[in-house]
């Protein structure tokens, strides 16, 4: 159930009802709805009686599966990764190569990337490879040269974990951990991103539907930290023309059933340099909060998705058309915005 508690509520009632809740053994998560007041999202029901208490505004017993994740828990919210907000209506152009491929390296893609507009740096120091046999990513000293990226230009981090015991880890150097498309459904690893306050950005896995990836996102919320970003990044079709497809119905669709930001990833999304920048502009024209495009001062020589990588030029266009093109869609679409008045989350 969803337990609505007003903006003049003493501070006794949210108190009673997470209590309520907690004497018959049920999971109660508080966000703040945006207008002084919060929304209690309960994972079974309390007996109504025990909320006679002053303050209770609505109380929801038919909700969606994802309670706290859904757009009847608040409305839409901004999260804030290392001072750059993400939902609030400026699109957010996180870029870097798809791994870290040493310290200098980083250094000069991150300048190349800030040039070019990106707001976050991405690379992988981890990194989830389909065989074996290849780079498997610099580990630790990779996320050591992240830091020192973000140390010379300023810009906060985004780097992928792979496992529940490297969660701390990662979120000692990162300002938002990365859960990756095949670990989606890996829950072990989502309670332990719930149990930080570090945003995580958790992409869809590649044959998951759009409930199946907000469950996901539930996990990590019902586990504790509000702040978590969605990142549509493609899924797998019958068609094998591209290397996944990227669903941008997905973008606009969340935004009627979601609060958390939408972000999309056009190059693992097409898997082809040639069709990045298009499909990137198309998830802007789409409502997306920002897109994570893979950039690299030589993407012929990328030690990893070189093949879907763009250079820095192509990210500055990319970043000169999104501007234009956001300011053209927000007129014409004034009497509908997709984003309502976005709260920013706080653990
Ligand atoms: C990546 O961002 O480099 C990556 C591995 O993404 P995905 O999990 O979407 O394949
Ligand atoms: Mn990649």
Same mark, same amino acid.
């Given at each position: 159930?969803?337990?609505?508690?007003? @903006?003049?509520?003493?501070?006794?009632?949210?108190?009673?009802?997470?209590?309520?809740? %907690?004497?018959?053994?049920?999971t109660?998560?508080?966000?703040? *709805?945006?207008?002084?007041?919060? #929304?209690?999202g309960?994972?079974?029901?309390?007996?109504?009686?025990?909320?006679?208490?002053?303050?209770?505004?609505?109380?929801?017993?038919?909700?969606?599966?994802?309670?706290?994740?859904?757009?009847?828990?608040?409305?839409?919210?901004?999260?804030?990764?290392g001072?750059?907000?993400?939902?609030?209506?400026?699109?957010?152009?996180?870029?870097?190569?798809?791994?870290?491929?040493?310290? +200098?390296?980083?250094?000069?893609?991150?300048?190349? @990337?800030? %040039?070019?507009?990106?707001?976050?740096?991405?690379?992988?120091?981890?990194?989830?490879?389909?065989?074996?046999?290849s780079?498997?990513?610099?580990?630790?000293?990779?996320?050591?040269h992240l830091? @020192?990226?973000?140390?010379?230009?300023?810009?906060?981090?985004v780097?992928?974990v792979?496992?529940?015991?490297?969660?701390?880890?990662?979120?000692?150097?990162?300002?938002?951990?990365?859960?990756?498309?095949?670990?989606?459904?890996?829950?072990?690893?989502?309670?332990?991103?719930?149990?930080?306050?570090?945003?995580?950005?958790?992409?869809?896995?590649?044959?998951?539907?759009?409930?199946?990836?907000?469950?996901?996102?539930?996990?990590?919320?019902?586990?504790?930290? $509000?702040?978590?970003?969605?990142?549509?990044r493609?899924?797998?079709?019958?068609? $094998?023309?591209?290397?996944?497809?990227?669903?941008?119905?997905?973008?606009?669709?969340?935004?009627?059933?979601?609060?958390?930001?939408?972000?999309? +990833?056009?190059?693992?999304?097409?898997?082809?340099?040639?069709?990045?920048?298009?499909?990137a502009?198309?998830?802007?024209? #789409?409502?997306? *909060?920002?897109?994570?495009?893979?950039?690299?001062? *030589?993407?012929?020589?990328?030690?990893?998705?070189?093949?879907?990588?763009?250079?820095?030029?192509?990210?500055?266009?990319?970043?000169?058309?999104?501007?234009?093109?956001? %300011?053209?869609?927000d007129?014409?679409?004034a009497?509908? $915005?997709?984003?309502l *008045?976005?709260?920013?989350?706080? %653990?």
């Amino acid at each position: 159930m969803i337990v609505s508690v007003t @903006a003049d509520a003493p501070h006794s009632t949210s108190e009673a009802v997470l209590a309520a809740a %907690a004497e018959h053994g049920l999971t109660a998560r508080m966000l703040p *709805d945006g207008n002084g007041g919060a #929304a209690i999202g309960i994972s079974g029901v309390v007996p109504l009686p025990g909320l006679q208490l002053p303050g209770i505004g609505e109380i929801k017993m038919v909700h969606k599966p994802y309670m706290l994740a859904s757009l009847e828990m608040r409305p839409a919210s901004t999260v804030m990764v290392g001072g750059v907000p993400i939902g609030n209506g400026e699109p957010v152009l996180i870029a870097g190569p798809c791994a870290v491929e040493g310290r +200098d390296e980083l250094i000069e893609a991150a300048r190349a @990337a800030r %040039a070019a507009g990106a707001r976050l740096l991405r690379g992988g120091a981890f990194k989830p490879r389909t065989s074996p046999y290849s780079f498997q990513g610099f580990g630790e000293e990779g996320l050591r040269h992240l830091a @020192a990226a973000r140390e010379e230009t300023g810009l906060p981090v985004v780097t992928e974990v792979m496992e529940p015991d490297q969660v701390e880890l990662v979120a000692e150097y990162a300002d938002m951990l990365q859960i990756g498309t095949r670990n989606m459904a890996n829950f072990p690893l989502l309670k332990r991103a719930g149990q930080i306050t570090k945003p995580v950005m958790l992409k869809r896995g590649f044959a998951s539907t759009i409930e199946e990836w907000l469950m996901s996102a539930e996990y990590i919320l019902a586990h504790g930290n $509000p702040n978590v970003v969605l990142c549509e990044r493609g899924i797998r079709t019958f068609d $094998p023309t591209f290397r996944f497809n990227l669903d941008l119905n997905a973008v606009p669709g969340l935004k009627e059933l979601t609060h958390l930001p939408v972000l999309v +990833d056009p190059s693992h999304g097409t898997g082809q340099r040639s069709l990045v920048a298009r499909m990137a502009l198309a998830g802007i024209a #789409a409502g997306a *909060d920002g897109l994570m495009i893979e950039t690299h001062p *030589d993407p012929a020589h990328a030690l990893c998705d070189g093949a879907q990588t763009i250079t820095p030029a192509e990210l500055a266009r990319i970043h000169r058309t999104m501007l234009a093109m956001r %300011a053209t869609i927000d007129e014409q679409f004034a009497d509908e $915005p997709l984003v309502l *008045d976005p709260i920013v989350l706080s %653990a």
